[in-house]
Every structure is written in C-alpha cells, then in structure tokens.
C-alpha cells in the first residue's frame, strides 16, 4: 500500500468512526446500548446492560475504540474486497475531507 491509499485510508476511518460514534443519522445504532441525554448544552450517554450489551455500548461510546474496529474493517475489506471496499473508502474520505475543512472554516470565521 502506498502512501496515497494509506492516508485515504485513515480519513475514510477517521469518518467513518465519527458516524457511528456522534453522527445522529445512526443514532438507532448506539439506541439499544445507549441511553443519552443533553445537560446545560451537553449531550451525555448512559451505557446499558451488562455483559455483552454493555461492552458493545462501551465500544460505541468510545471513538479510538470505534476507530480501531472500522480501521480494521476498512483494511480487511481493501485487502479481501477491494472492488467492494474502494468506492465506499473514497466516499468516506471525500466526506472525511469536506468535515475538516469545515471545521478550519468554522475556526477562521470566528
């Protein structure tokens, strides 16, 4: 793997560990292992069960867990289904570009 897809590859991660662990379009995801609540503006999780719920609820709640697990996932499904994988990791890394812009954007204007 080259430089080029290496660093694609860490900011498809990048976004796609942010979707799953803040993004409210998959808030049904984190629903069943997740009780959330907003304080004063901030938005706090209550991890559920015990066992296996509650190790999954940790995991969600956790973005350098998160982002092992899709890192690997990503990788694995490079390696194995690249025809698969790629548009998927373009996307992710497009839209993982555009969020960081934004944010020097939204840092500048202010």
Not at 2 to 7: I, K, V
Not at 25 to 31: D, H
């Given at each position: 793997m ?7 590859l860490c900011?498809?991660?990048f976004?796609?560990?942010?979707l799953?662990?803040y993004?409210r ?7 069943p ?6 304080q004063?503006?901030e ?17 969600l709640?956790?973005?350098?867990c ?8 990503l990788?694995?499904?490079?390696i ?15 839209a ?9 954007v939204q840092?500048?204007?202010?």
């Open positions: 080259d430089a080029f897809h290496f660093f694609l900011i498809a991660s976004r796609l560990t942010h799953i662990v993004d379009i998959t808030s049904f995801l984190r629903a292992f997740h009780d959330e609540f907003e004063d503006g938005t706090y999780i209550v991890v559920k069960g015990t066992g296996i719920r509650k190790w999954i609820g940790e995991l709640s956790c973005h350098w998160t982002g092992v697990w899709c890192a690997a996932a990788y694995v499904g490079v194995y289904v690249p025809h698969v994988i790629m548009p998927v990791v373009w996307i992710l890394a497009i993982g570009g555009a969020a960081l812009i934004e944010v020097v840092k500048w204007s202010q």
